[in-house]
Structure formats: structure tokens, C-alpha cells
T-cell receptor, first 110, second 113 residues
Framework: RKEVEQDPGPFNVPEGATVAFNCTYS??????FFWYRQDCRKEPKLLMS???SGNEDGRFTAQLNRASQYISLLIRDSKLSDSATYLC???????????FGAGTRLFVKA | NAGVTQTPKFQVLKTGQSMTLQCAQD?????MSWYRQDPGMGLRLIHY???????DQGEVPNGYNVSRSTTEDFPLRLLSAAPSQTSVYFC????????????FGAGTRLSVL
């Protein structure tokens, strides 16, 4: 079993739709969680950190469920520019290694 | 605003050749990592360093060596290139254990023939 797993998609949604991604992790002692965005043939960039109480940044909401060991990302009112691959990342206890999921591909169409 | 700089951007090698991928950061970050990205596999950690002189293996270290003689530089060496090492390689740095947001370089696209 991979340490961090994501549904690869692709998710094809119309503009204005709400879409949600989940990411599960296997190490219950993991301490920090992140969502990164990666555009085609570009490097990943941080979208948002995920806090225990959940957090929101504009149209994006991230949540953490430690009991079930998953994090989620909700995108409301999808824009064409949201088309990208979304990677979840989990930092192991001790803070030395960050493990990434394989990414979920999102296509937003007009 | 250099951030993390990787060179070269593209490289073609023949099987058995060796080469070094360069990575430098100017943010005084303690942590640096090398990842490879293959279709459907996501980013896989090759090696990482938590400071000058300290390195450790990640998920897929075989065939690669690293060293960290300075805070700024973290080169990745391919000792004897194999076609299985054809990939996109990303170097990343992060400030420390508390602020562990990863900042990535633009990547090196490597083909081994």
C-alpha cells in the first residue's frame, strides 16, 4: 500500500461546479499536511497547508480527518484556470520527509 | 528572487554514462530534497538532507548519490545511467521542520537512451 494515495481522476467539471478531492495516508503519526498544485510541465507549488481545524482560502477549503486518516480539498465555483494536477503531501513525524501522492487531475471546461 | 535553481533543464544520456544534476537555493533553507516524477507515480523521494553534511535515503535511492557540503547546494549524481532513470527530476527546499513548505526548482528532464 502506498503511503499517500489519491484518486488520479481525471475529474472533468463545468465552470462554476464544486469539486472535491480526497487523499488518504497510512502513517497515523504524520504531523503536517499540504495541498500542492502542479500545472502541465511545471513544478509543484503550494496551494495551501491543511490544519486540524480545517481552513479556507477563498474558493478553496481543506480539511483533515485524523481518525480516518485522510485530507480533503474542496474547490467551489471552479474556474478554467483551476485546471491542473492537485498533489497532496504528508510530512512524517520528525519533520524530515515529505511524501507526495500521485496527484489528481482536474479539467474545468467552459 | 532566484529561489531554487536547477541545472540543466534538459539532458540526454546514454546508458552507463554518469552525470550530476545541480540544485542550489538562496533562501538559507535547512532542508533540501530530490524527487523524481514519472507518469502515474507522482513525486517519489530519492534523497533528502536536513543540513550541511547530513543526508539520508528516501523511497527510491538506488542508483543515485548525494552530498551536502554547503547549505546552498545539493547535487544529485547518477553513477551509471539506466533507461529506468528517464524521468523529470525536481529539487526542493524547505526552511526547517516547523515551516516545511516545499519550494521546488523548475525541474530537469532527463532521458537515458
Amino acid at each position: 500500500r502506498k503511503e499517500v494515495e489519491q484518486d488520479p481522476g481525471p475529474f472533468n467539471v463545468p465552470e462554476g461546479a464544486t469539486v472535491a478531492f480526497n487523499c488518504t495516508y497510512s502513517n497515523s503519526a504524520s504531523q503536517s499536511f499540504f495541498w500542492y498544485r502542479q500545472d502541465c510541465r511545471k513544478e509543484p507549488k503550494l496551494l495551501m497547508s491543511v490544519y486540524s481545524s480545517g481552513n479556507e482560502d477563498g474558493r478553496f477549503t481543506a480539511q483533515l480527518n485524523r481518525a480516518s486518516q485522510y485530507i480533503s480539498l474542496l474547490i467551489r465555483d471552479s474556474k478554467l484556470s483551476d485546471s491542473a494536477t492537485y498533489l497532496c503531501a504528508v510530512m512524517e513525524t520528525g519533520g524530515f520527509k515529505t511524501i507526495f501522492g500521485a496527484g489528481t487531475r482536474l479539467f474545468v471546461k467552459a | 528572487n532566484a529561489g531554487v535553481t536547477q541545472t540543466p533543464k534538459f539532458q540526454v544520456l546514454k546508458t552507463g554514462q554518469s552525470m550530476t544534476l545541480q540544485c542550489a537555493q538562496d533562501m538559507n533553507h535547512e532542508y533540501m530534497s530530490w524527487y523524481r516524477q514519472d507518469p502515474g507515480m507522482g513525486l517519489r523521494l530519492i534523497h533528502y538532507s536536513v543540513g550541511a553534511g547530513i543526508t539520508d535515503q528516501g523511497e527510491v535511492p538506488n542508483g543515485y548519490n548525494v552530498s551536502r557540503s554547503t547549505t546552498e547546494d545539493f547535487p544529485l549524481r547518477l553513477l551509471s545511467a539506466a533507461p529506468s532513470q528517464t524521468s523529470v527530476y525536481f529539487c526542493a527546499s524547505s526552511k526547517d521542520r516547523v515551516e516545511n513548505i516545499q519550494y521546488f526548482g523548475a525541474g530537469t528532464r532527463l532521458s537515458v537512451l
